[in-house]
Each structure stands twice: as C-alpha cells, then as structure tokens.
C-alpha cells in the first residue's frame, strides 16, 4: 500500500545481508574529513562528517550546493581516500571500489553509448564473473524491474532522460550491491518524470531491500524516500543535524508540514529557492 505522497509504509524489520555481521552498523563514517590537492594545496570539502547507516536502511544526505555531498558519496564508494576519520563498510576499513558499493550519478552520460541498454545493464556484471548467458539473463531481469524490458535493445541517444537514469539504476541494482549510493540521480530531470521515478525508487528498494544512501538537495525529494536524514552545514561541511522520519505521514499531514519546516530551518534557505528546488508541489 502507499500513501498519497508514494511513500512506503516502514519496515518493521529488515534482513541483514548474509556478508554482514548483525552486530555493527553495514556504513560507519566517523570524523571524516575529505578535500583536494590543488596546486599543492589541500582544500577541505568536508571537515568532520559522522554518522552510521544500519543494513536495510533508506538513508538521505542533504545540504547545500558545494557542501561535499558528492564528495562524500565519492569517499564511499572508494573512489577518494579520507584524510581523516574512517569509512568502514561491513566492518572492513580502506575501501576499494567494488560492486558491494554500486553508484548511480546525477548525469546522464553515465552510459556507454555504444552499447545497447541490455549490454549496458550486461556488460558490469560480465567484467564482475557473470558468465554471457547468466549476465544476459539477470540484465534482463533488472530491465523488468525498471520497467525497460521494451528498450533493451535501444541505445542511449535513443532514450529520455528518465529512461536513462533507469538503465543506471537497473545497472547498478543488477550487481546486487549491499549498499546503493546514488548522487542527485533525479536532479536533471522534470518534476513529474522526478516524482514518478521517487515512486518506483520506492518500489525498488522495498522489492530488493538494498540499503540506499541518497544524496540530494530537494527537502522533498529526502521527505519521500528518506528513513533518516543527514543534514550537512555549509561547505567544509559538518553534519548539522540527524533526523529520523520513519513514520512520517504524508504531505497532506501536520507532521509532515512540521518537520519540512525543521528541515527548511536548519538548511537555513528561503522558501521560494526551496520550492524551485524540490519542484515537487
Ligand atoms: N575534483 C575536484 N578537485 C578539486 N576540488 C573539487 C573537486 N571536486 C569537488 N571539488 C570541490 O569540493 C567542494 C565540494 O564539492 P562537491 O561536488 O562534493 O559538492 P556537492 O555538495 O556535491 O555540490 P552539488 O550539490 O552542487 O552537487 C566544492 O568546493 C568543489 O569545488
Ligand atoms: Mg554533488
């Protein structure tokens, strides 16, 4: 059943996957710090960032533009190492990327564009062990989930923007991650493609019980799909605050008012810019 705002009724319980040990969160990020070397200068982008996401979690990280949210993502997922603090993922430290850690990004040139969408959805889980057939099989599968089936054999430049955020979700999804991390994926598209596609992610996620951490900067869109929300601080960021709405009502709700208020509070942005934003009422 699902509300009027396509969110889910909340788990009461999840299962933690089988490489996990029950006793510690699946993501630990403590006092991590993160930044770049630019003309032999370090630039923090994230001062100290803590917080723990448990298997089975829809987890929202939310702040303003330049904070580091992606930055974050990118330290997750192994692709930038922190300069301090610690990452631990399923009780293991220094992560290399790794198809535990599938990403989804915010463009839609993610693609291969030289490869139909089956191929697309194939070819990761060939280079990860999946025999032709098995891959071919299990893309095929992942397509069905996404509602593409009927574009497997089209190529990128033949599909919307929607379509391809899709592919990317199936793609990563294909590779039974235990952690899906997805950067803005929605951000470039129009607002109803953006709604209808929240809904399904909603769907998704409920079908597979991936653990999803999410990062956007539309309260809205964290309000839909979140479980709990970090928010960080401006840039070099810090976590601000942590919310949990598991139980939320709701647009239509007082509570729901309530904390997109909180939220709005402690983003410390205008109403209209958040608006414009969210584009989602
Ligand atoms: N490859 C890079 N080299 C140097 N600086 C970078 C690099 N990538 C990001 N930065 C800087 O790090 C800071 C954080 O960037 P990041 O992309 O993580 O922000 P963000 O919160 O994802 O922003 P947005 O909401 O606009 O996507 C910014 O000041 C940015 O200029
Ligand atoms: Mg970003």
Known sequence: MRTLSGRMPRRQARVAPSEHEPSGPLLRVEHVRLGYWTARQFTVAVEDV????EAGERIIVIGPSGCGKSTLL???AGFIEPAGGLIQMAGRTSLAPGPDRAVVFQEFDQLFPWRSVLSNVAYPLRVNGHRRRAAIAKARQYLELTNLAHAADRYPHQLSGGMKQRVAIARALALDPTLLLMDEPFGSLDAITRQRLQTELNRIVEQTR??????THSIE???????RIVVLGDAPSRVIATVDIRGLGGPETVEYSQMRGRLRELLAVDKEEVEEIGGLE
């Open 50 to 53: 803590s917080f723990d996401v």
């Open 74 to 76: 990118k330290a997750i």
């Open 210 to 215: 991936v653990t999803l951490l999410f990062v």
């Open 221 to 227: 869109e964290a309000l839909v799909l979140g479980d």
